[in-house]
């Protein structure tokens, strides 16, 4: 539940300009997501969300584009627990995941910093990564092993 949930709120503040933790709540509740505000607080902090300037003058929510933050363990467990299969065919990896699971595992992909991807496209169970060559596949489906053998820390 807790990766549907935080799958729903990528979607939610990747689709509308959300500013407060009080409105996130009230769509995920639409959504069919009962919540309180301190599992609201608790997912912006595991997703690493951010509050920036949106085009209309307010601050909202949104996850962090920078190169610099490291691979969250939270986004590594999430990858490693909801990713059913991967396969490739040309500079195209399809990655299968649990249902309502591969935005947060293409947001792993995304902020892990793997060279020579260029970015990903998430429906609700798959996800595709288009890498900028064919030959470095294999190279990538290694970094792709090496997150899902990755042990997260219990800090």
Known sequence: MRYSRQNK??????????DT?????????????EVTQATISRDIKELQLVKTLSSRGKYKYAISNSKDLPVTD??????RETV???????????IK????????AGEAIDTSGVKHVVGSVAGDNTLMVLVDGA?????ILDEFEK??????RND
């Open 74 to 79: 939270r986004f590594i467990k999430i990858f």
């Open 97 to 104: 995941t649990l249902a309502g699971c591969a935005n947060a």
């Open 147 to 152: 997150i899902l053998l990755y042990e997260v």
């Open 9 to 18: 709120i990528i979607e939610i503040i990747t689709n509308q300009d959300v």
């Open 135 to 139: 030959e470095f596949v294999p190279e």
């Open 21 to 33: 933790q009080e409105r996130l709540a009230s769509l995920l509740r639409e959504s069919g997501f």
């Open 84 to 94: 059913l299969s991967i396969k490739s065919a040309g500079n195209i990896i399809l």
